[in-house]
């Protein structure tokens, strides 16, 4: 099993200034256990040479294929290397520090449950 517990999933799509807003924003949580699979669905056109960032980001650039194919292969991605959680956001969220330990408690703390959202 990966180390790291949750494989943040993100898709990329268009306007990287929103997209680096949400990177940024994972740089505060309180919970560093996890990393991130950023798929750019804009061809490449996407740079993360603006940011240094403490998590590690498995990055893919392809042929837009779309949200819902890009999102299944993050859950494929998720399932091979042995995260135990995925967190899907959008690439215009911007998460408060203690969202990923919230939600990660409760999922401890509640086994039955497969899936758990924050309110926005």
């Given at each position: 099993m990966n180390a790291t517990k949750v494989l943040i999933?993100?898709?990329?799509?268009?306007e990287p200034e929103k997209t680096l807003a949400?990177?940024?924003?994972?740089e505060n949580l309180d919970n560093n256990d996890f990393s991130i699979f950023l798929l750019d669905n804009t061809r490449g056109e996407f740079s993360l040479d603006s940011g240094n960032y403490a998590f590690s980001i498995h990055r893919e650039n392809e042929e837009n294929i779309g949200y819902t194919a890009g999102v299944n292969k993050g859950f494929a991605f998720a399932k091979e290397t042995g995260y135990q959680y995925v967190w899907l956001l959008n690439n215009d969220t911007v998460v408060e520090p203690d969202s990923l330990?919230?939600?990660?408690?409760?999922m401890k703390s509640n086994r039955r449950y497969g899936a758990v959202s924050p309110s926005l």
């Open positions: 999933i993100i898709i990329h799509w268009g949400c990177l940024d924003s994972l330990t919230i939600l990660v408690d409760f």
